[in-house]
């Protein structure tokens, strides 16, 4: 007695998984891309205002793929934006007071290394904002649980026809 395997509807459901699992590559992307960019928005948000420098000039990279992570990175090019994001101080522990050569024009101190003029700062500490920080804690802290939304929604949007395959998805809860 023989018994017969219809190759053809294999590999017509193989393909259907391959596509799947292509497409929810693609979807994942895009979803770290807006998280990352909601992220971005939040740190904006929060971020204090002068000159609206510092807070016009957050990014958030293209995602990098590696082995099994992806990983976004969030930064600010503006050189002083690790002081306030971290805090800093007008002089080193144990220094009463430092003096900084410039010059005041129109209201604002302008440093100038060469002028015989300036101020003399007393030692004052000044603590960060941390905005940068707190977001970005804020949604890692929460990614899974919206991942697992997201995969959940994406499997009842995308995989309809792959019967027990689906099932199996919806049970693992991912």
Known sequence: MSFFFDYEEFKKYADDISSLASTANNATKDFLMEVANETVDMIKRDTPVDTGLLKQNWVATDYVHYQD??????????????????????????????????????????????????????????????MMRINVTKTQYRLNARY????????????????????????QQL
């Open 69 to 130: 992570l992806y990983s976004i990175d969030i930064f600010n090019p503006i050189g002083y934006a690790s002081y306030v994001e971290d805090g800093w101080s007008s002089t080193k522990k144990g220094i009463e007071s430092r003096f900084v050569p410039g010059y005041w024009s129109g209201g604002k101190f302008i440093y100038d290394p060469n002028s015989k003029e300036g101020m003399l700062l007393k030692h004052k500490e000044y603590k960060g904002k941390h």
């Open 148 to 171: 697992k939304r997201f995969i959940n929604d994406f499997i009842q949007r995308n995989g309809k026809g792959l019967g027990d395959l689906e099932e199996w998805l919806m049970e």
